[in-house]
């Protein structure tokens, strides 16, 4: 998860207002955004989750499975803090497909707003939940993207294990 929202994003606290702050290409990460999204109308484009909240893991997804249906689903392992090679592929490649995608993280996937972000197009939203407050809506722009990679550029590499 981000330590703060970045300058110029939204904060809801209240699901039903969503619909009416984005359009257009969403992505969502997290668990209760998805769903808070998809009861309230909203299908993103890209899904992705770890089938936990708050570091909680469910036994199952298939709740949320049943609720994207007709969604492509990827699987994916990123551990917690750290963004693997994998994971932000999957994102880049799911965000260029024309089919809606759910990744389902095996580990956590609140780092995966970051390449969300960066891969979303112009004009697109990236929605993840700030815990215990509201869900932060980010417009793409090219000053987010700059931003983004800016933060990326912060991050240590590491070995091919994680």
């Known amino acids: 998860m981000l330590a703060q929202p970045p300058p110029g994003s939204t904060l809801s606290a209240r699901p039903w207002r969503i619909p009416r702050l984005i359009h257009g290409f969403v992505v969502s990460v997290g668990d209760v955004v998805t769903t808070d999204l998809v009861a309230n109308g909203v299908r993103p484009?890209?899904?992705?989750?770890?089938?936990?909240?708050?570091?909680?893991?469910?036994?199952?997804?298939?709740?949320?499975?049943?609720?994207?249906?007709?969604?492509?689903?990827?699987?994916?392992?990123?551990?917690?803090?750290?963004?693997?090679?994998?994971?932000?592929?999957?994102?880049?490649?799911?965000?260029?497909?024309?089919?809606?995608?759910?990744?389902?993280?095996?580990?956590?996937?609140?780092?995966?707003?970051?390449?969300a972000m960066l891969y979303a197009p112009l004009g697109g939203f990236v929605v993840y939940g700030y815990p215990g407050r509201a869900a932060v809506i980010v417009g793409v722009t090219w000053w987010l993207k700059r931003l983004v990679v800016g933060i990326l550029r912060e991050f240590l590499p590491c070995g091919p294990k994680g």
């Open 45 to 115: 484009q890209l899904a992705i989750v770890d089938c936990g909240t708050m570091r909680v893991v469910r036994r199952s997804c298939e709740d949320l499975l049943k609720l994207m249906k007709g969604y492509e689903v990827v699987r994916v392992t990123n551990p917690r803090s750290i963004l693997a090679l994998e994971a932000i592929t999957a994102v880049k490649k799911s965000i260029s497909s024309s089919r809606r995608t759910l990744i389902v993280v095996d580990g956590e996937e609140d780092l995966l707003a970051l390449p």
